[in-house]
C-alpha cells in the first residue's frame, strides 16, 4: 500500500480559496488513480474529485465542477486540489486516498489507502 498524508486545510472566508496537498510514499505512485472525498459532521463520506494515473482524465462531483481542480505531480508524488469560490457548505474533513481501479473512482469503498485528513473551514 502506498501511504498519504495531507496539509494545506485552515479557516477561510466563503468566496476564497485554498489548495490542498496529498504527498504519498511507499508503493509506486503513478500505479494509483487519485481521489479527494470530503466528510462533514454527521454526514456520510462524499465523493469530491479524482484523477487517473497520468492527469490526464478527472472527474468531479457536481457540487464542486468548476470551483475545484484536481491535479497530479508524479514526479512529486503529490495530488492537489485547488479549491476556489469556497462556500460554507465546502466544510468538512478532506481526504486523499489512492485506487488501483480506476473504473468505480467516486466509490469510497473502492479505495486501497487514505490519509488522515485535514480540516476544512469556510466562514460565511
Known amino acids: 500500500q502506498v501511504q498519504l498524508v495531507e496539509s494545506g486545510g485552515g479557516l477561510v472566508q466563503a468566496g476564497g480559496s485554498l489548495r490542498l496537498s496529498c504527498a504519498a510514499s511507499g508503493r509506486t505512485f503513478t500505479g494509483y488513480a487519485m481521489g479527494w472525498f470530503r466528510q462533514a459532521p454527521g454526514q456520510e463520506r462524499e465523493f469530491v474529485a479524482a484523477?487517473?494515473?497520468?492527469?490526464?482524465?478527472?472527474l468531479y462531483a457536481d457540487s464542486v465542477k468548476g470551483r475545484f481542480t484536481i491535479a497530479r505531480v508524479n514526479a512529486k508524488n503529490t495530488v492537489y486540489l485547488q479549491m476556489t469560490s469556497l462556500k460554507p457548505e465546502d466544510t468538512a474533513v478532506y481526504s486523499c486516498a489512492a485506487n488501483t481501479n480506476w473504473g468505480r473512482v467516486a466509490d469510497p469503498s473502492e479505495y486501497e489507502s487514505w490519509g488522515q485528513g485535514t480540516q476544512v473551514t469556510v466562514s460565511p
Open positions: 484523477i487517473n494515473w497520468d492527469g490526464s482524465i478527472t
